[in-house]
């Protein structure tokens, strides 16, 4: 696999460097740009199959960078120095992003993750949902779709669709409004800090719901709620006043 490296930090690429040279050999650098006009040109000529891309650069930030390349067969894993911008939108797109300075397993198991990815879908879908989702961050709009990584590839689907997830092991089914089921490989803790928005509670240890669709909280000493496709949800008693409060009930 052929890599780029894009970063306005000299310091950083050559860190970067010595960081793949060393545990991932099979990756071949083929170009380190520090501009962003020089990136588009290094891409047109070498197409790569991976990029690292920074977030923040002058001239124009990495998003800015991939609205402008004409036709997009690579993968990408972002690196950044910042914990927020555009963040949520990169992991609602499934792509990886390291945050600086860069930490060896991190980076093995993002290249894993890409390497994978590749087996079943192209990077053109995510890119467009990730520039989608780019464009919504910047309006303060939540995003519309998201991409979840199955044993079967990526598929995409609404955030509104999911009525509840529910956590097995190291992985999460999600439950659609149209009665599907899909088995993911995140926990359940990764889909919460995912879906942290005002429509989704985590109510159990085990369960993260869409308030949208919850049918009807047993009282009493019941700490049950049933859901809009009949499925029974277990509370935790410490979860169960607050979400009383937050249904207004």
Not at 104 to 117: G, K, N, P, Q, S
Not at 190 to 204: G, W
Request: glycine share 2%.
């Amino acid at each position: 696999m052929r890599a780029i490296i894009v970063d306005d930090e000299v310091t950083s690429s050559e860190v970067l460097e010595k960081l793949i040279t060393h545990y991932l050999p099979q990756l071949e650098i083929v170009a380190i740009c520090s501009k962003p006009t020089e990136a588009l040109k290094q891409i047109q000529a070498l197409q790569p199959d991976l990029l690292f891309l920074d977030i923040e650069m002058p001239e124009m930030n990495g998003f800015e960078l991939l609205e402008k390349v004409p036709q997009i067969n690579f993968d990408i894993i972002f690196t950044t120095a910042h914990s927020q911008y555009g963040i949520k939108a990169i992991q609602f797109s499934a792509i990886d992003y390291l945050l600086k300075p860069i930490d060896t397993d991190e980076l093995t198991a993002a290249y894993e993750r890409v390497v994978e990815h590749r087996k079943f879908s192209s990077p053109f879908e995510k890119i467009k949902l990730l520039l989608e989702n780019i464009q919504l961050f910047n309006n303060n709009n939540p995003f519309a779709r998201i991409a979840l990584p199955t044993m079967e590839g990526l598929k995409f689907i609404f955030a509104t669709d999911i009525v509840r997830c529910m956590s097995t092991n190291n992985y999460t089914y999600i439950f659609l409004n149209n009665g599907e089921k899909i088995l993911v490989s995140k926990t359940l803790k990764e889909m919460e800090h995912m879906l942290s928005t005002p429509a989704f509670c985590r109510v159990h240890n085990s369960h993260l719901i869409n308030l949208k669709y919850v049918s009807k909280l047993l009282k009493g000493d019941s700490n049950v709620i049933i859901m809009s496709d009949n499925a029974e949800v277990e509370v935790s008693r410490r979860k169960k006043d607050e979400l009383i409060k937050t249904l207004n009930l």
